[in-house]
């Protein structure tokens, strides 16, 4: 089992930041991506950024120029970092990560999320 725990999300004015931070604990052994997604009330959740290993990373046109995603594998952490934030970006971001195992195969894990809301 994965464990992941995220912090940083709140109340923030149009146009401000944010950083999210994830620190995944437990069976971290085989965790090839991590990544955040997030989910608006009344809507499905949708990925927002996704990074390997390696250090490769993929974003959701919406958050592109807004949003860096990075990871530091020395402590298991990764982040979230939002600049330029629009009101359409409230959600509650989830942390997610995916590990392979050789018996098991592939494993998907969440955060319990944290609220993000963006107004004035």
């Known amino acids: 089992q994965v464990q992941l725990v995220e912090s940083g999300g709140g109340l923030v004015q149009p146009g401000g930041s944010l950083r999210l931070s994830c620190v995944a604990s437990?069976?971290?052994?085989?965790?090839?991506?991590m990544g955040w997604y997030r989910q608006a009330p009344g809507k499905q959740r949708e990925l927002v950024a996704t990074?390997?290993?390696?250090?490769?990373?993929n974003y959701a046109d919406s958050v592109k120029d807004r949003f860096t995603i990075s990871r530091e594998n020395a402590d298991n952490s990764m982040y979230l970092q939002m600049n330029s934030l629009e009101p359409v970006d409230t959600a509650v971001y989830y942390c997610?990560?995916?590990?392979?195992?050789?018996?098991?195969?592939?494993?998907?894990?969440w955060g319990q999320g944290t609220q993000v809301t963006v107004s004035s």
């Open positions: 990074i390997t290993r390696e250090g490769n990373t």
């Open positions: 997610n990560a995916l590990r392979f195992d050789l018996g098991t195969g592939s494993h998907e894990y």
């Open positions: 437990g069976n971290i052994f085989g965790v090839y991506s």
